[in-house]
């Protein structure tokens, strides 16, 4: 017989290597309180890749292409894995987008996006430490500034 481990999932995603720091902002954007089945979130693990990294397990979930578009921006280095009858179908690494749409906030009150209907966007211009540049006003933000919408 197959020895389960607690953590286990049957079925739904597994986000690892995310930089321990954007470990619950990760939680944040999967809007986890809908979901029934096993939620794994460990943080501060130790990784030789990453110095400290976090891990994700979502039974029962599969992410929307919006929901790893976030994850991507926050965690670039992290990965996704697909899990199927308790086995890994699908690993994909995750890549740092060069340009953002729709999702986070301008932190420059004066922004456009911030009075009118536009689609907020903005370009990567460092991935580590991040940094994104608005495409309307220019101001630059760091990870700590972002605001996901
Ligand atoms: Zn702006």
Same mark, same amino acid.
């Given at each position: 017989?197959?020895?389960?481990?607690?953590?286990?999932?049957?079925?739904?995603?597994?986000?690892?290597?995310?930089?321990?720091?954007?470990?619950?902002?990760?939680?944040? @954007?999967? /809007?986890?309180?809908? $979901?029934? *089945?096993?939620?794994?979130? #460990?943080?501060?693990?130790?990784?030789?890749?990453?110095? %400290?990294?976090?891990?994700?397990?979502?039974?029962?979930?599969?992410?929307?292409?919006?929901?790893?578009?976030?994850?991507?921006?926050?965690?670039?280095?992290?990965?996704?894995? @697909?899990? /199927?009858?308790?086995? $890994?179908? *699908?690993?994909?690494?995750? #890549?740092?987008?060069?340009?953002?749409?729709?999702?986070? %906030?301008?932190?420059?009150?004066?922004?456009?996006?911030?009075?009118?209907?536009?689609?907020?966007?903005?370009?990567?211009?460092?991935?580590?430490?991040?940094?994104?540049?608005?495409?309307?006003?220019?101001?630059?933000?760091?990870?700590?500034?972002?605001?996901?919408?």
């Amino acid at each position: 017989m197959k020895q389960l481990k607690v953590s286990a999932i049957r079925e739904g995603t597994v986000i690892d290597h995310i930089p321990s720091d954007m470990t619950f902002k990760v939680v944040e @954007i999967l /809007k986890l309180d809908s $979901v029934k *089945e096993i939620i794994s979130v #460990a943080a501060n693990l130790d990784s030789k890749k990453t110095g %400290k990294k976090g891990i994700i397990k979502i039974g029962g979930k599969f992410l929307g292409e919006d929901e790893v578009n976030k994850i991507a921006l926050l965690a670039p280095i992290a990965t996704l894995s @697909i899990i /199927k009858d308790f086995k $890994v179908v *699908e690993k994909n690494k995750l #890549a740092m987008p060069k340009t953002v749409e729709g999702f986070v %906030k301008c932190f420059n009150p004066n922004c456009v996006t911030n009075h009118e209907e536009i689609k907020t966007k903005f370009h990567v211009i460092n991935q580590s430490p991040l940094k994104i540049r608005c495409h309307y006003c220019e101001r630059a933000m760091g990870s700590n500034d972002i605001v996901l919408k």
